[in-house]
């Protein structure tokens, strides 16, 4: 499975930005894919999920509320729409699929949230 991310970018606080995922390869064994973020020092961590199967979703309580993740699944694509950012949003924010055995992730693209 190959993950390719764009979308990341400058935006001042209060503004919006929409990442895309686009999976390629053995896309049939990803079950879910979500968004990870890391910020210079901190530990990566889970922004919001969404199963391939249901279509259910899951969040960080940072993220509730103003992020909404979606999938494409015909084009086997991922979207997350961020709003009301804040700078503390700022960080490398990376695609991951999950399948069984270890996940695969993308490269990452930096998001940048000026006050």
Do not use: H
């Amino acid at each position: 499975v190959q993950l390719v991310e764009s979308g990341g970018g400058l935006v001042q606080a209060g503004g919006s930005l929409r990442l895309s995922c686009a999976a390629s390869g053995s896309t049939f064994r990803i079950n879910a894919m979500g968004w990870y973020r890391q910020a210079p020092g901190k530990q990566r961590e889970l922004v919001a999920r969404i199963s391939t199967g249901d279509g259910r979703t899951s969040y960080a309580a940072s993220a509730k509320g103003r992020f909404t993740i979606s999938r494409d699944n015909a084009k086997n694509t991922i979207n997350l729409q961020m709003n009301s950012l804040k700078p503390e949003d700022t960080a490398v924010y990376y695609c991951v699929a999950k399948v069984t055995g270890p996940d695969y992730w993308g490269q990452g693209t930096q998001v940048t949230v000026s006050s």
